[in-house]
């Protein structure tokens, strides 16, 4: 029995997510849970069951009860660490995962979810550190085949080639997909790393490694300060949607691209981009049938197209390429990746409202107001960006100089490794950090 002098004082944190919980805020309890310290693994367990009963979570509430009864029982921290990890809080498993690993360091389930907790917090280092270190112990696959893939996306590529070398075929046909995009990506590494740095704030090499997407421009605001080329909050404008289907045009000629059409996704801000991108490519528009070929699929945002009408099914359609399919993709959340990676990108952002959306502006009072949708014609508003002034925002002086020579030298490199294999979710930032506001 410990006295109370021996007790740790309750970090603050927790208290502030036991508030939350008391005034019925669920999601703000655990935000608080995920500024925690080091803590008593029962203690935050019994926070969590209280916020896992209050959002109707039955599984993580058994699994944390069972963990605050018992803290130091392999089972109780694994199925609490599973059930976080499947409920999308892999940052309160990982405490859990790593103690029911020291307890049983034997075990490839507990390595295995905790590796699956690390990849979900992009904490790739994290989880090259936990296979290496039980790397006598490693299957082919899939824990080597894990090694390989953190190392990538932890910037690490000399031990990335070391240890898919290693790798001998899967003897199950479930990893032989697995194995093809792996071989992709390390084809592209090569590739994109003769013309591009591949260092830690390389966005176009790593985004181009990791999904094959070719990066159009780079955000001039924050670069040293945080986005590394990324938007945090952007409101669009016309020219920028133009400078980004002039990005297309010039990545299309330097790979030897010569689509035939447009093609129109559904929803309405990829229809106006796919017109305004007709008139920039000198291409016919028609609505996007699957199954063309030799064609520009234009979408402004994929998750905005998911959400239209017959949008799920439409964006299905696009994993497996079609032979001469180009893909592209004017704004592109990094947060919140859409279900399929595009083959081309012109800017990745947080939160982005298109020109013709309600944005914020200034009112006549000097105070931010909400302003009006634009609901003229889809052919009208087209025309607008087409007429816009694409010229480059200045930025904040901080961004590297991003001439069109630049992304020709990249794309003429990697032309024989781009638009290959399907379009894979990119679930992760990669070696490139930038700073997160949501």
């Known amino acids: 029995m410990f006295s109370r002098r021996n007790r740790r004082p309750t970090p603050p944190e927790l208290a502030a997510?036991?508030?939350?919980?008391?005034?019925?805020?669920?999601?703000?309890?655990?935000?608080?849970?995920?500024?925690?310290?080091?803590?008593?693994?029962?203690?935050?367990?019994?926070?969590?069951g209280r916020a896992a009963g209050a959002a109707g979570f039955d599984d993580l509430r058994k699994a944390a009860t069972a963990l605050a009864a018992k803290p130091d029982g392999v089972r109780p921290l694994y199925d609490y660490g599973f059930a976080c990890v499947d409920r999308g809080i892999p940052y309160l498993a990982i405490p859990a995962l790593r103690e029911a690993l020291r307890l049983a360091p034997g075990s490839s389930g507990v390595l295995r979810e905790l590796v699956s907790a690390y990849?979900?917090?992009?904490?790739h280092r994290d989880a090259v550190e936990a296979l290496l270190a039980h790397e006598e112990r490693l299957a082919d696959w899939p824990d080597r085949y894990l090694l390989v893939f953190n190392a990538v996306l932890a910037g690490d590529l000399g031990?990335?080639?070391?240890?898919?070398?290693?790798?001998?075929?899967?003897?199950?046909?479930?990893?032989?997909?697995a194995r093809d995009r792996q071989n992709r990506v390390l084809?592209?590494?090569?590739?994109?790393?003769?013309?591009?740095?591949?260092?830690?704030?390389?966005?176009?090499?790593?985004?181009?490694v990791m999904g094959g997407t070719v990066l159009g421009t780079l955000s001039p605001f924050g670069f040293d300060a945080g986005m590394t080329g990324r938007y945090a909050y952007l409101q669009d404008s016309h020219g920028r949607c133009l400078e980004g289907l002039l990005r297309l045009k010039t990545v299309l000629a330097a790979a030897g691209e010569r689509p035939r059409s447009v093609s129109l996704l559904p929803d309405r801000g990829s229809r106006i981009l796919g017109l305004a991108a007709a008139e920039v490519l000198g291409l016919p528009a028609e609505p996007f049938?699957?199954?063309?070929?030799?064609?520009?699929?234009?979408?402004?945002?994929?998750?905005?197209?998911?959400?239209?009408?017959?949008?799920?099914?439409?964006?299905?359609?696009?994993?497996?390429?079609?032979?001469?399919?180009?893909?592209?993709?004017?704004?592109?959340?990094?947060?919140?990746?859409?279900s399929v990676t595009a083959d081309s990108?012109?800017?990745?952002?947080?939160?982005?409202?298109?020109?013709?959306?309600?944005?914020?502006?200034?009112?006549?009072?000097?105070?931010?107001?909400?302003?009006?949708?634009?609901?003229?014609?889809?052919?009208?508003?087209?025309?607008?960006?087409?007429?816009?002034?694409?010229t480059p925002d200045?930025?904040?002086?901080?961004?590297?100089?991003?001439?069109?020579?630049?992304?020709?030298?990249?794309?003429s490199a990697v032309?024989?490794?781009?638009?290959?294999?399907?379009?894979?979710?990119?679930?992760?930032?990669?070696?490139?950090?930038?700073?997160r506001f949501r």
């Open 289 to 338: 049938e699957a199954g063309r070929e030799d064609t520009v699929v234009i979408a402004y945002d994929l998750n905005g197209t998911a959400r239209a009408d017959g949008g799920p099914e439409t964006v299905g359609q696009l994993f497996e390429r079609e032979p001469g399919q180009v893909l592209h993709e004017h704004a592109s959340c990094w947060t919140d990746p859409p």
């Open 187 to 208: 084809d592209r590494a090569s590739a994109v790393g003769s013309v591009s740095p591949l260092d830690h704030s390389d966005l176009r090499g790593w985004q181009y």
């Open 415 to 435: 032309s024989g490794t781009w638009l290959q294999g399907d379009r894979t979710k990119l679930r992760s930032p990669g070696p490139v950090a930038s700073s």
């Open 345 to 390: 990108v012109a800017l990745l952002h947080q939160s982005a409202v298109a020109p013709w959306e309600a944005g914020l502006r200034q009112g006549a009072d000097g105070d931010v107001e909400r302003g009006e949708v634009d609901g003229r014609p889809e052919e009208a508003i087209a025309a607008e960006i087409v007429g816009a002034d694409p």
């Open 159 to 177: 031990l990335a080639r070391r240890q898919h070398a290693r790798l001998p075929a899967p003897a199950e046909d479930t990893w032989l997909g």
């Open 119 to 123: 990849e979900d917090e992009g904490r």
């Open 394 to 411: 200045a930025g904040d002086g901080g961004t590297p100089a991003d001439p069109a020579e630049k992304l020709t030298d990249l794309v």
């Open 17 to 48: 997510a036991r508030e939350r919980l008391d005034a019925g805020d669920v999601p703000g309890a655990l935000r608080e849970l995920r500024q925690v310290p080091a803590a008593p693994l029962g203690e935050v367990a019994d926070v969590v």
